[in-house]
């Protein structure tokens, strides 16, 4: 295991072709236990399970579907299973299962989300489920192929979504006011830190519908909303942030305000931006951080 959160949130991708390699029985345990005791963001009840077996697998991989097709070889799949089929419970799903994803990443392991190249019918039939559980989401985990026709396979599908790319913070950070320009030029290294590491997390087709509003002072926080209803996306950007902020020394805390219309109002978001939620604390100094150490 290596590596901080900032710095596998920088090299994980998300991978489609795996190699014919399992993975340890106390990794598979320790992430399902990892997800067990991530922060949650609501009380909405959710786990996350696995499904074993490349056949099993391959049973609820889609073949066919949209530009992605198929996430081929992996010995593993993450179920995240939601108690209550709402966008709260979604945004939570994505808060949880991403501090997984990089955990496995930490450990050398490959994954994929995924919430369109999968029957969610057949996910649900190979999982044990309460009467009010719905699957909503799936991440494929092994260990990556490394033969060049992998990586020809992975290379295609990742220039169809352009998945490397990501937009610059200056179109993703607004200063203080939606639409005011915010530029990392003078700005706290550790709060561009922060917002380098939410600018790099996946989302669905890459589409980054994030947006943030920075307001400065004794207490930063940061206004996130979204440019389409994407609660998953939503919930995977929260914990990049903090993540990457609790290791800046942002003593910070995530305040949910889902479809608040009085947090678009504070910032003049226009009618088509999501209200999600704050993050607020301050970003410690460099000093501050050593000393209290
Ligand atoms: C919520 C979510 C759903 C996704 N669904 C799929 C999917 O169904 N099939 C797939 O191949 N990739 C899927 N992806 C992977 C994205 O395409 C990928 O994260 C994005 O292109 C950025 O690339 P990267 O993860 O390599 O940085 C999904 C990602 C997220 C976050």
């Given at each position: 295991m290596s590596g901080t959160f900032r710095e596998t949130i920088r090299v994980r991708r998300s991978t489609r072709r795996y190699a014919d390699r399992p993975v340890p029985d106390d990794i598979l345990a320790h992430l399902l236990e990892f997800a067990a005791r991530t922060p949650r963001l609501t009380d909405v009840p959710l786990r996350v399970t696995a499904v074993s077996g490349r056949e099993r697998v391959a049973r609820i991989l889609a073949r066919y579907?949209?530009?992605?097709g198929l996430v081929q070889g992996a010995p593993h799949l993450l179920v995240g299973l939601i108690a209550e089929d709402s966008d709260r419970a979604r945004l939570d799903l994505g808060y949880v299962l991403e501090p997984v994803v990089l955990e496995a990443t930490r450990r050398g392991l490959s994954t994929c989300w995924m919430?369109?190249?999968?029957h969610p019918e057949r996910a649900a039939d190979e999982v044990e489920r309460?009467?009010?559980?719905?699957?909503a989401a799936t991440v494929a985990l092994g260990y990556a192929r490394e033969d060049p026709l992998a990586r020809i396979h992975d290379g295609a599908v990742r220039r169809l979504v352009a998945a490397h790319r990501r937009r610059p913070l200056e179109e993703i950070v607004f200063a203080g006011k939606w639409g005011v320009s915010w530029s990392p030029?003078?700005?706290d290294p550790a709060l561009v830190e922060v917002l380098e590491c939410a600018r790099l997390a996946p989302s669905a087709e890459n589409r980054q519908p994030w947006r943030f509003v920075v307001e400065s002072g004794a207490d930063t926080r940061l206004h996130l909303f979204l440019t389409y209803p994407s609660p998953i996306d939503a919930g995977i950007v929260m914990a990049h942030v903090a993540l990457a902020g609790a290791e800046v020394g942002w003593d910070g805390h995530w305040a949910l305000r889902w479809q608040d219309p009085a947090l678009s109002g504070a910032v003049s978001a226009p009618p088509g931006a999501l209200p999600v939620g704050t993050f607020s604390g301050s970003p410690r100094r460099h000093e501050d951080t050593k000393k209290n150490r």
């Amino acid at each position: 295991m290596s590596g901080t959160f900032r710095e596998t949130i920088r090299v994980r991708r998300s991978t489609r072709r795996y190699a014919d390699r399992p993975v340890p029985d106390d990794i598979l345990a320790h992430l399902l236990e990892f997800a067990a005791r991530t922060p949650r963001l609501t009380d909405v009840p959710l786990r996350v399970t696995a499904v074993s077996g490349r056949e099993r697998v391959a049973r609820i991989l889609a073949r066919y579907l949209g530009v992605y097709g198929l996430v081929q070889g992996a010995p593993h799949l993450l179920v995240g299973l939601i108690a209550e089929d709402s966008d709260r419970a979604r945004l939570d799903l994505g808060y949880v299962l991403e501090p997984v994803v990089l955990e496995a990443t930490r450990r050398g392991l490959s994954t994929c989300w995924m919430t369109g190249s999968y029957h969610p019918e057949r996910a649900a039939d190979e999982v044990e489920r309460g009467p009010n559980e719905v699957v909503a989401a799936t991440v494929a985990l092994g260990y990556a192929r490394e033969d060049p026709l992998a990586r020809i396979h992975d290379g295609a599908v990742r220039r169809l979504v352009a998945a490397h790319r990501r937009r610059p913070l200056e179109e993703i950070v607004f200063a203080g006011k939606w639409g005011v320009s915010w530029s990392p030029e003078g700005a706290d290294p550790a709060l561009v830190e922060v917002l380098e590491c939410a600018r790099l997390a996946p989302s669905a087709e890459n589409r980054q519908p994030w947006r943030f509003v920075v307001e400065s002072g004794a207490d930063t926080r940061l206004h996130l909303f979204l440019t389409y209803p994407s609660p998953i996306d939503a919930g995977i950007v929260m914990a990049h942030v903090a993540l990457a902020g609790a290791e800046v020394g942002w003593d910070g805390h995530w305040a949910l305000r889902w479809q608040d219309p009085a947090l678009s109002g504070a910032v003049s978001a226009p009618p088509g931006a999501l209200p999600v939620g704050t993050f607020s604390g301050s970003p410690r100094r460099h000093e501050d951080t050593k000393k209290n150490r």
